[in-house]
C-alpha cells in the first residue's frame, strides 16, 4: 500500500494514518490517488498548494485571523456606494438574536429526533418565502445563490430533455463561470446580447434564436446593472411558445415593489436570500433559494431538500417531514440527479425571522423607498459635470452603471475614499476583464440619507472638476 503521510490533523476526521488505511483497506483501493482516479486530469492541480507555514497553536491561528481581520475597512465605517451581490440592507436586532440561538445554530437542517423545532422553523422559512415569491414549492436553501441559478438550469435540462440554454450576457463575471462550469458537457450556454439602449435583454435577438433545442431563457431582474428587465412577460411568451422553460434569477427583497416572477411567467425562479437580514460578514452571508409551481415534474427534479407537512399517527396532529425524500442523493447516493450536499438552513431560519419582522407593508415600503433613492441618484449625478449614467431612461431597482469618461474608475473610488465614501464596484471586477475600465456600479438601499448622495455629489464636483 502506498505510503500515507503521518500528520494527525487537529481539525481533519480520519487523518490518523492507521485510521485512512483501514477505510481504504475496507473500500478496496491501495492509495487516495486510486480513490481519486475518476477525477479527470484537465480538473486537478498539478502542484502543491501555495500555503503559508503551518501554524502551531490555536492561539497563533486566532491572533493571525484576528489582524487579517483588523486590515479590513468595513462599509459601515464609510458611506458605501458598493453593491454587486452583497448588499448593506439594514438588519433587525431580532434577526442575530435568533440564529445565535443553541437549537438553531448549524448550517444543517438536522433531523426531527436532534432539533427539535428546526424542520417547523425552515419549513416557515419555505411558506414565508413562497408567499413572497408566489410559487408553491421552495427548497432548504443552497451554499449560495450562484448555486442555485446553476441547479435551476440544470433542472429545465432535465424536465425538457433539451441541450441549449439562453443566458443573458449582463450576468456577472463569476455567476457566468458558475453557469458554465457546472453545465460543462451537460447542455450548450448561448449568451444573450443585451440591447445597448437599455442594458437589458435583446428581445428580438431571442427571438430569432429559440428552437427546439431550447431548454430555457434566463432572466435576471434587475440585472446586474440594476436595470429591471420590463420586457420579462414577452421574453416569457416567447419561450413557452418554443417549449422552453423561463427561469428567473432575482433578489426576493425587491418584490415588495417589483411583481413576482411567476405573475409574468416564470416557470423556475432562484436567487440568493443575502438582502432578507442575513448581513455582509465580509462578503457573506448566502443562501440560495429554488421555488417553482407544485407540479411533480419539477419537484422530482430539486436536488435539495424540501420540507411540508403531514398527519402523525394520532389524530388531527401534523408534523414536519421531507417531500419527496426518495428523490435526493441521500436516498439515492449516486443515482442521485445532483448532489444534496450542506444546506444554509441557519440562513433560511435568519430571512425566516426577517420576512416575519417586515410584513407586506414592510417589504413595500422597504422596496419604493430604495426605488425612489435609486432615481434620485441617477438624477444627481447625471447633474455632475464628467459623471455619464448609463441607460439612466430605464427602470432600475438598486442599482445603476456609472461612466467618469476619460477617468480610470478606480480612480475615482481611491480619491473617493479620502473623502469617507466607497464608490461603486468596478466594472471589470463585476463583469471581467472586457469590461470598461471608466465605469463602475454603484448601489443604494434603504439605508442611504439625503446627505449621503449629497456628499457623493460633492465629493465627485471636487474630484473630477
Not at 423556475?268 to 448581513?279: K, R
Not at 394520532?314 to 428523490?327: N, Q
Not at 410584513?359 to 415600503?365: A, D, F, I, N, Q
Not at 479620502?418 to 434603504?446: D, K, M
Request: hydrophobic content about 45%.
Amino acid at each position: 500500500m502506498a505510503e500515507l503521510p503521518r500528520l494527525v490533523h487537529p481539525y481533519i476526521p480520519n487523518s490518523a494514518p492507521a485510521v485512512r488505511e483501514s477505510m481504504l483497506s475496507t473500500i478496496g483501493v491501495d492509495s487516495v490517488e486510486e480513490l481519486l482516479a475518476v477525477i479527470p486530469e484537465n480538473l486537478r492541480l498539478d502542484r502543491d498548494l501555495d500555503l503559508p507555514p503551518a501554524l502551531s497553536s490555536e492561539a497563533e491561528l486566532d491572533r493571525h485571523m484576528s489582524r487579517l481581520l483588523g486590515a479590513n475597512r468595513p462599509a459601515a465605517e464609510a458611506i458605501s456606494f458598493l453593491g454587486a451581490g452583497t448588499y448593506d440592507h439594514y438588519v433587525p436586532a431580532v434577526c442575530s438574536e435568533v440564529n445565535g440561538r443553541a437549537e438553531f445554530l448549524t448550517a444543517y437542517a438536522g433531523e426531527p429526533y436532534e432539533d427539535h423545532g428546526k424542520w417547523q422553523a425552515i419549513f416557515e422559512y419555505t411558506s414565508l418565502m413562497a408567499d413572497l415569491l408566489e410559487m408553491d414549492v421552495v427548497n432548504v436553501p443552497t451554499y449560495d445563490g450562484f448555486q442555485a441559478l446553476a441547479t435551476s438550469l440544470r433542472m429545465a435540462v432535465r424536465i425538457t430533455g433539451r441541450t441549449r440554454l439562453l443566458v443573458p450576457a449582463t450576468l456577472d463575471a463569476a455567476k457566468n463561470a458558475r453557469v458554465r462550469s457546472f453545465l460543462d458537457g451537460i447542455a450548450e450556454v448561448t449568451t444573450i446580447p443585451a440591447d445597448p439602449r437599455s442594458g437589458t435583454i435583446d428581445v428580438d435577438w431571442v427571438a430569432a434564436n429559440l428552437d427546439a433545442e431550447v431548454a430555457a431563457v434566463l432572466v435576471e431582474t434587475p440585472n446586474q446593472r440594476g436595470a429591471v428587465e420590463t420586457a420579462a412577460p414577452r421574453i416569457a411568451e416567447l419561450a413557452h411558445a418554443a417549449g422552453a422553460l423561463l427561469v428567473a434569477s432575482t433578489d426576493p427583497i425587491s418584490l415588495g415593489h417589483l411583481p413576482a416572477p411567476a405573475s409574468w411567467g416564470a416557470d423556475i425562479v432562484c436567487g440568493d436570500i443575502q438582502s432578507l437580514g442575513l448581513g455582509m460578514h465580509f462578503g457573506g452571508a448566502n443562501g440560495g433559494f429554488i421555488a417553482t409551481h407544485d407540479d411533480e415534474r419539477f419537484v422530482y427534479e430539486f436536488p435539495s431538500r424540501l420540507f411540508g407537512l403531514a398527519p402523525t399517527r394520532v389524530e388531527g396532529e401534523i408534523g414536519f417531514v421531507d417531500v419527496a425524500y426518495e428523490r435526493t442523493s441521500l436516498a439515492m447516493r449516486d443515482e442521485g440527479v445532483e448532489w444534496v450536499g450542506t444546506a444554509a438552513a441557519l440562513w433560511g431560519i435568519t430571512a425566516a425571522v426577517y420576512l416575519s419582522q417586515m410584513g407586506p407593508e414592510g417589504l413595500r415600503e422597504l422596496g419604493e423607498t430604495v426605488a425612489a433613492n435609486t432615481r434620485h441618484t441617477i438624477s444627481v449625478l447625471e447633474s455632475i459635470p464628467g459623471v455619464e449614467v448609463l441607460h439612466s431612461q430605464q427602470a432600475h431597482w438598486r442599482e445603476f452603471m456609472v461612466r467618469f469618461p476619460g477617468r480610470d474608475a478606480a480612480e475615482v473610488n481611491a480619491a473617493l475614499l479620502s473623502y469617507g465614501i466607497f464608490g461603486g464596484a468596478l466594472a471589470r471586477e463585476v463583469f471581467g476583464s472586457e469590461a470598461n475600465l471608466e465605469e463602475a456600479v454603484y448601489c443604494v438601499t434603504e439605508r442611504h440619507t439625503a446627505s449621503d448622495i449629497d456628499a457623493l455629489k460633492h465629493a465627485l464636483t471636487e474630484i473630477l472638476g
